[in-house]
């Protein structure tokens, strides 16, 4: 059975080369066409496993028509069992072009929860004309599928929920001496408590909540670090005017760091805190960091709505409050058997249910349906 994968701006993603690595090779035959400004570290991943790979140089909306073409003469040629698209304009351009190529089974994995709704109302129309294109929709959580059913009146039989899967060794068994890299790039000063939050700059994400949190935490120890990863996104000048009201010794940003699993063993305490429930599709760095055994804080978005459990794998503070934040970084600073019950159940509940295998399986059984 031929697959081709559809994906657009990815430039490195565990989760492709994973799929790539691990489907069952004796069943399916794996190709991929790319839509980015230029070369990836996927793509590089790919050719050196001798993955077909079609990449197309896609940097705006002005790229639509050529990247339209592109993809629906590759299809023509290649004529795959199935189509398969990742994110929004590989959706739109790779389903549209794969109902014109004649591929009957057309599945799209939905990557974003309600920002369209929230945020660009407009956007909910190509939202609606992607659903329509795709014959099966996979939605990576409960919260993704209500929004899928409910709000945008997708057909429930449509919408199939698959968990993102994670070969959660990568984050569990880590090179102390990529550690001892790391730390002296980012904290060869030796602060004490590390704070780590890695999240694009939206207002979504409620960095807004945690960076007053942060504040009150230096009042207790001075020498605190916030590390501030994958750094850049448009609510960037709202974050800088918060972090205007710290010492610059007490935060670092990081735009990019590619040793993200190497990352999470820098923090002694993690918080990721989206403003509602469905502001994460999936969010995967709450799988992330309880597999690299970091204590953590959260609100519930996106997947964590049905798994965190507040104090049992993770402490789970309201919406938009940084008085809460603060509340429970303090807590976890001074309290050790709690830290310690924490990490211990968090990382048993992500290896029992967010496995590559559980995912690769139902991605397996989808396409054979």
Not at 8 to 30: C, R, T
Not at 95 to 106: D, H, N, P, V
């Amino acid at each position: 059975m031929k697959i081709t994968y559809i994906l657009s701006n990815i430039n490195k993603a565990l989760a492709f080369e994973w799929i790539a690595a691990n489907l069952d090779q004796s069943k399916f035959e794996l190709q991929f066409i790319l839509l980015n400004p230029g070369i990836s570290e996927l793509q590089k991943f790919l050719e050196e496993k001798g993955i077909k790979v079609y990449a197309f140089n896609y940097k705006s909306k002005k790229n639509i028509p050529a990247a339209f073409i592109n993809t629906w003469w590759i299809l023509k040629k290649e004529n795959p069992t199935l189509i398969h698209a990742h994110l929004f304009e590989a959706s739109l351009i790779g389903l549209a072009a794969g109902k014109l190529a004649g591929i009957s089974k057309r599945i799209m994995t939905r990557h974003h929860g309600n920002q369209h709704h929230a945020y660009f109302p407009k956007a909910v129309y190509y939202d609606k004309v992607i659903n329509s294109l795709a014959t099966h929709i996979i939605a990576p959580s409960e919260s993704v599928k209500n929004i899928l059913i409910n709000l945008e009146k997708v057909r429930p039989t449509k919408v199939s929920v698959v968990h993102h899967g994670f070969d959660l060794t990568y984050f569990d068994k880590i090179d102390s001496d990529k550690v001892e890299f790391l730390k002296s790039k980012y904290n060869p000063d030796n602060k004490f408590p590390v704070i780590g939050v890695i999240s694009r700059y939206m207002e979504l994400k409620g960095i807004q909540y945690i960076i007053p949190a942060f504040k009150k935490i230096v009042e207790l120890y001075p020498n605190a670090l916030l590390i501030l990863a994958n750094a850049n996104g448009s609510y960037k000048p709202q974050v800088h005017q918060l972090l205007n009201q710290l010492n610059v010794n007490n935060y670092i940003e990081i735009s990019f760091e590619p040793n993200v699993a190497t990352l999470y063993r820098l923090f002694d305490i993690f918080i990721h805190v989206p403003i509602e429930q469905s502001s994460e599709a999936f969010g995967q760095i709450y799988i992330e960091a309880l597999a690299s055994s970091i204590p953590s804080i959260f609100t519930l978005s996106g997947v964590a709505s049905e798994f965190v459990q507040d104090r049992k794998n993770a402490l789970v503070v309201p919406y938009k409050n940084s008085e809460e934040i603060f509340n429970a970084m303090k807590e976890l600073l001074t309290n050790v058997p709690l830290r310690s019950n924490l990490v211990k159940e968090g990382k048993k509940n992500v290896f029992a249910s967010f496995t590559l295998d559980q995912m690769i399986s139902k991605l397996e059984n989808l396409y054979e349906s």
